[in-house]
C-alpha cells in the first residue's frame, strides 16, 4: 500500500523554526514529485513548496526566502525546513507525491504547525 507518513509539526514562537519530514513507502519515491501543501482553519488548500524527481523547487510567495523544500531519496523522504514562522504559518501540513505517468496523487494525513507567542 502507498503511505505517506507526516512528522515533526508542533507549537513554535514566532521567529522559530520547524522541519517537517514526510516519509513514503510503495512507490518508487526517486520518480515522483513532491510537495507540500498547508491548509489554514476556514481556508482552502494552498501549495507551501514542491520538488521534481529532478530537484528543481518551487515555492509561494509567502514562503520564499523562509522556507526550503529537499529530498533524500535513500530514505524515501521529503523536508520541509521552515525558518521564521509567521503566526499566518499557522495550518495542517499536508505531504503530496504524484508521477505523471499514473496522473494519480497520493496525500498524507497531516501535520499540525502551530505559530504562536
Known amino acids: 500500500q502507498v503511505q505517506l507518513v507526516e512528522s515533526g509539526g508542533g507549537l513554535v514562537q514566532p521567529g522559530g523554526s520547524l522541519r517537517l519530514s514526510c516519509a513514503a513507502s510503495?512507490?518508487?519515491?526517486?520518480?515522483?514529485?513532491m510537495g507540500w501543501y498547508r491548509q489554514a482553519p476556514g481556508k482552502q488548500r494552498e501549495l507551501v513548496a514542491s520538488?521534481?524527481?529532478?530537484?528543481?523547487?518551487n515555492y509561494a510567495d509567502s514562503v520564499k526566502g523562509r522556507f526550503t523544500i529537499s529530498r533524500d531519496n535513500a530514505k524515501n523522504t521529503v523536508y520541509l525546513e521552515m525558518n521564521s514562522l509567521k503566526p499566518e504559518d499557522t495550518a495542517v501540513y499536508y505531504c503530496?507525491?504524484?508521477?505523471?505517468?499514473?496522473?494519480?496523487?497520493?496525500w498524507g494525513q497531516g501535520t499540525q504547525v502551530t505559530v504562536s507567542s
Open positions: 520538488i521534481t524527481s529532478g530537484a528543481y523547487t
Open positions: 510503495g512507490i518508487i519515491f526517486s520518480i515522483y514529485a
Open positions: 503530496k507525491g504524484n508521477y505523471a505517468g499514473i496522473r494519480y496523487e497520493y
